[in-house]
């Protein structure tokens, strides 16, 4: 096999014509969300799945250009194993390997991928000779986990405790019947209060209207150790 500056391995299969280019997609699930103020703000998560796209040459005669491991392949030899990988959905890796002429090498790619698609073209231009347009998809490994739950021993301090507990309001607690008072803490918001008391956080202009002197001209500003009374709905 004759050493290429740049060669292209999907699977074991080396592609005997390097694509001229080999586009990259890096995705994210990132989000911009509107605050009850107006402002916006990034909500960043993790990273998704990146796409990447290629078009091959896959030759039916041999060329002084084309590179092959170990004899030269007609291009039936790769278009079936391409229609193995989607049929038996198979994951593979997706090498890309660039060499200076001096042979150091430069920074590569090397992925666990799936074939998502590909088309074939025939153009008369290119003789007998065929055009593959591949894209490939990130294949990232997961698998369920187990978890073991113990019951806890018996503790009379512990249970007892656990009584005297004050418990949470969800969203299908019952709205206060009579007004209450409540003493903000670190990270409590308006919204998040109205969902509290009442289930339903757009609920939260209740609240800031019967407290609009403690809190101000700002409902999205309230601060630890405010007394905020919270008025039935």
């Known amino acids: 096999m ?16 390097p694509p001229e280019q080999l586009q ?13 103020n107006g402002e916006q703000v990034n909500l960043l998560k993790k990273p998704e799945l990146t796409d990447i796209e290629f078009e091959c040459l896959l030759p039916q005669v041999r060329y002084p250009f084309a590179v092959y491991k170990s004899k030269f392949r007609k291009a039936d030899y790769f278009t079936e194993y391409f229609e193995e990988l ?35 073209t ?7 000779d065929l055009k593959v ?19 806890p021993a018996k503790d009379k301090k512990k249970r007892k405790a656990t009584e005297d507990r004050i418990p949470r309001e969800t969203e299908n ?10 003493t903000v803490v670190k990270g409590d918001c308006l919204w998040a209060l109205a969902r ?12 800031y209207e019967a407290n609009r002197s403690v ?9 630890p150790g405010q007394v905020l009374v919270i008025p039935p709905v």
């Not at 038996?88 to 998502?116: D, Q, T």
């Not at 509290?196 to 609240?207: A, D, E, M, P």
């Open 2 to 17: 004759a050493k290429s500056g740049y060669e292209f391995y999907l699977g074991k299969r080396l592609l005997p014509v």
């Open 24 to 36: 990259m997609t890096f995705n994210n699930a990132n989000k911009t969300v509107t605050l009850m």
């Open 86 to 120: 989607k049929n038996s959905r198979k994951i593979v890796r997706f090498k890309v390997y660039r060499n200076l002429p001096n042979g150091k090498p430069l920074s590569g790619v090397n992925m666990k991928v799936s074939l998502e698609e590909y088309k074939i």
């Open 122 to 128: 025939e153009n008369a231009k290119e003789g007998n």
């Open 133 to 151: 347009k591949i894209k490939l998809k990130q294949y990232r490994q997961f698998g369920t986990k187990t978890v073991k739950i113990y019951k």
């Open 173 to 182: 607690s019952p709205a206060p019947s009579a007004p209450q008072t409540y």
């Open 196 to 207: 509290r008391f009442y289930g339903n956080g757009s609920l939260y202009t209740v609240i």
């Open 215 to 223: 809190i101000g001209g700002n409902p999205d500003l309230i601060y």
